[in-house]
């Protein structure tokens, strides 16, 4: 009786579940479970392309023969870029296979991963840092601003294919606070860029958006205009000449 209940339950929940829509799915159940459908299931063949394979051959190279599992994570990555910024679970497979492996240690890694997208993203795939320093400087108010403006949710990509948003944790310039990522898959994995755009506000966000739309390549690193790099505004006010050496090392004597 009990298991009876047990398996109707179930059924009630898979049934539930396959009929929740790819584009109401939130950022965490995106990256904790995979449906098929018909662009992303397993009897869909995926290769690399001839020039991929060049570089798969290369990647697989640097390990021991009997060690081509810690090939993983290259692999999908170039993947990911010849996918347009996504990985099917055909490409998952493919990967398994070169290193292999049985899939699901590959679907172990692409799943642990957050910087491996399972879904598709826009050819720009605009991720915004949601670690402390970014958040206390605005980070929430950036992500707000990109969404309105293109008119998605997070993880939603635009109508003409050529944004998603999505949020990341640290991406080590904290002393740039906020910050966004793009990744740029608008070229294939011959053209695969990802810059990172520190100091941005709102409006300058939004601003990178129209820049891209338009085809161009707007200057990542620091957007204030009043800082060099990771300087303060206005220039450095110490250490402004070489440190001297400890006096208890003579480090020509050694």
């Not at 840092?129 to 993880?155: D, F, Y």
């Not at 820049?211 to 300087?231: D, F, M, V, W, Y």
Request: aromatic share 6%; hydrophobic share 30%.
């Amino acid at each position: 009786m009990l298991g009876r209940l047990a398996s109707k339950r179930l059924l009630q929940i898979n049934q539930a579940v396959r009929q929740t829509s790819q584009t109401t799915r939130s950022l965490s159940t995106a990256l904790n479970y995979h449906i098929h459908s018909p662009d992303n299931n397993p009897d869909l063949p995926w290769k690399f392309t001839p020039v991929n394979n060049k570089k798969v051959s290369e990647i697989v190279s640097h390990y021991p023969s009997n060690y081509k599992r810690s090939a993983c994570i290259p692999l999908l990555d170039l993947a990911q870029q010849q996918n347009g910024g996504w990985l099917p679970v055909s490409a998952m497979n493919e990967v398994a296979r070169i290193i292999e492996v049985a899939p699901i240690r590959v679907y172990e890694v692409a799943t642990f991963y957050s910087m491996f997208n399972r879904t598709k993203v826009g050819r720009y795939h605009l991720l915004v840092c949601g670690t402390t320093p970014c958040m206390i400087r605005g980070s929430r108010e950036i992500e707000a601003a990109l969404l309105k403006h293109l008119g998605v949710q997070r993880n939603e990509v635009t109508k003409d294919g050529l944004f998603s948003v999505g949020e990341m944790e640290c991406m080590g310039s904290c002393v740039n606070a906020p910050m966004i990522t793009v990744a740029d898959y608008s070229n294939g994995s011959e053209g695969y860029t990802y810059n990172y755009y520190e100091d941005v506000t709102p409006e300058r966000v939004v601003e990178i958006v129209e820049a891209l739309k338009r085809g161009e390549k707007p200057p990542h690193g620091t957007q204030n205009s009043k800082r060099i790099n990771c300087g303060p505004e206005g220039g450095i006010t110490t250490l402004l000449t070489d440190p001297k050496p400890p006096p208890c090392r003579d480090l020509d004597a050694c």
